[in-house]
Nanobody, 117 residues
Framework: QVQLVESGGGLVQDGGSLRLSCAAS????????MGWYRQAPGKQRDLVAR???????NYADSVKGRFTISRDNAKNTVYLQMNSLKPEDTAVYYC???????????WGKGTLVTVSS
């Protein structure tokens, strides 16, 4: 059974930092691209950052230069280091991947990040 479990969310002040983690099981982690998405209240879920199996990354324009996605294949874990956080970064952050066959979306349950001004 494929499972993604996020952790690391919380309350932080404007300008602060947090590191999110997503532990994966039930997949060949090293072969899968992994992503972080976020959804603020009343808004759609948007891509924040993505990392391929080869380590290539891409970021939403709003987080470039502030957030860094990385992966540890030995630990089946993907990270999102978030620096210089802003109140507009407040959202539930979700880990995402797809299955090897059929490309079915797999989502974690999410972790809440709240940035106070």
């Amino acid at each position: 059974q494929v499972q993604l479990v996020e952790s690391g969310g919380g309350l932080v002040q404007d300008g602060g930092s947090l590191r999110l983690s997503c532990a994966a099981s039930g997949i060949t982690f090293s072969a899968r691209a992994m992503g972080w998405y976020r959804q603020a209240p009343g808004k759609q879920r948007d891509l924040v950052a993505r990392i391929t199996s080869g380590g290539s990354t891409n970021y939403a324009d709003s987080v470039k230069g502030r957030f860094t996605i990385s992966r540890d294949n030995a630990k089946n874990t993907v990270y999102l280091q978030m620096n210089s956080l802003k109140p507009e970064d407040t959202a539930v952050y979700y880990c995402h991947t797809t299955t090897t066959y059929y490309g079915i979306d797999i989502w974690g349950k999410g972790t809440l990040v709240t940035v106070s001004s």
